[in-house]
Antibody
Framework: EVQLAESGGGLVQPGGSLRLSCGAS????????MTWVRQAPGKGLEWVSG????????YYADSVKGRFTVSRDNSKNTLYLQMNSLRVEDTAVYYC???????????????WGQGSLVSVSS | QSVLTQPPSASGTPGQTVTISCSGS????????VHWYQQLPGAAPKLLIY???QRPSGVPDRFSGSKSGTSASLAISGLRSEDEADYSC???????????FGGGTRLTVL
């Protein structure tokens, strides 16, 4: 059974940093692209970042480019999102999701985690 | 402001058919597959339709998707109370080089 579990969310002050993790199980992790999607309170889904199965290709939304870094450790079946220079508008539930192919953008999001809440406030 | 445009709300009575639209452009819906996600209250999103009109295993055939030009639609027939949820479309955008989501449509079953 495919399972994705986010962790690392919490309350942080503006300008601070946080690292989210997404542990994966039930599939061959390195064979799949992974993505981060966020949802601000009461708002719709916003794609944040994606990474290929090998980890050699990454993509970012303009809203986070230069501040967030996506990475993965295929030996640990774990996806990461390093978030720096956090802003109030980054407050959201962050979901990790899987694309059923190794390359970003050619699939769809077939499995999702339950999400991790990040609150940016002074 | 989403580049994929959806109506913010839709409603119907049990048994009716409801259609939700998703409008884009030639760099996304016009040349790429459209996918739909369902998000029940308090839950994570779930894949509902992929590659315009394909249903994952376990999704009832009451849900169907279509695409024409730069627009796509999700149809829900035989509406049931448990269909009350947010529905979002998504597509890759070749110009932007990343995924796009629609703003989401909240479906109310009256």
């Amino acid at each position: 059974e495919v399972q994705l579990a986010e962790s690392g969310g919490g309350l942080v002050q503006p300008g601070g940093s946080l690292r989210l993790s997404c542990g994966a199980s039930g599939f061959s992790f390195s064979g799949y692209a992974m993505t981060w999607v966020r949802q601000a309170p009461g708002k719709g889904l916003e794609w944040v970042s994606g990474i290929s199965g090998s980890g050699d290709t990454t993509y970012y939304a303009d809203s986070v480019k230069g501040r967030f870094t996506v990475s993965r450790d295929n030996s640990k079946n774990t996806l990461y999102l390093q978030m720096n220079s956090l802003r109030v508008e980054d407050t959201a539930v962050y979901y990790c999701a899987r694309e059923p192919i190794p390359a970003v953008g050619f699939g769809y999001f077939d499995f999702w985690g339950q999400g991790s809440l990040v609150s940016v406030s002074s | 402001q989403s580049v994929l445009t959806q109506p913010p709300s839709a409603s119907g009575t049990p048994g009716q058919t409801v259609t939700i639209s998703c409008s884009g452009s030639s760099s996304n819906i016009g040349t790429k597959f459209v996918h739909w996600y369902q998000q029940l209250p308090g839950a994570a999103p779930k894949l509902l339709i992929y590659r315009n009109n394909q249903r994952p295993s376990g999704v009832p055939d009451r849900f169907s998707g279509s695409k024409s030009g730069t627009s796509a639609s999700l149809a829900i027939s035989g509406l049931r109370s448990e269909d009350e949820a947010d529905y979002s479309c998504a597509a890759w955008d070749d110009n932007l080089g990343h995924w796009l989501f629609g703003g989401g449509t909240r479906l109310t079953v009256l």
